[in-house]
């Protein structure tokens, strides 16, 4: 099994920056890509950003050249940097990850979320 903690979301001004964190723990070796993903009200989750233990990424066009997806592998942690915020960007963020070698593949573990809300 694996554990992921995430950390950092809040209440931000639009055009503001939040950095985002998650920490795995547990069964380390079994996990390769890393990702995060959002949730509006009554929607499913989308992906937003991944990452392989390679520094492989991958990111949503709704966020390419706004937000930075980065990895620790020494520290089991993944990053999203989130600059220029927009209202838009409000949401639940979910931290994931698998086994796949692949950025754009959605893991099998999950972390608890957390809000990320930008006023206008």
């Known amino acids: 099994q694996v554990q992921l903690v995430e950390s950092g979301g809040g209440l931000v001004q639009f055009g503001g920056s939040l950095r985002l964190s998650c920490a795995a723990s547990?069964?380390?070796?079994?996990?390769?890509?890393m990702g995060w993903y959002r949730q509006y009200p009554g929607k499913q989750r989308e992906l937003v950003a991944g990452?392989?233990?390679?520094?492989?990424?991958h990111y949503a066009d709704s966020v390419k050249g706004r937000f930075t997806i980065s990895r620790d592998n020494v520290k089991n942690t993944v990053y999203l940097q989130m600059n220029s915020l927009k209202p838009e960007d409000t949401a639940v963020y979910y931290c994931?990850?698998?086994?796949?070698?692949?950025?754009?593949?959605?893991?099998?573990?999950w972390g608890q979320g957390t809000q990320v809300t930008v006023s206008s």
């Open positions: 994931n990850a698998g086994a796949s070698t692949s950025p754009w593949y959605t893991g099998r573990y």
């Open positions: 547990g069964s380390i070796s079994s996990i390769d890509v």
């Open positions: 990452i392989t233990r390679r520094g492989n990424s």
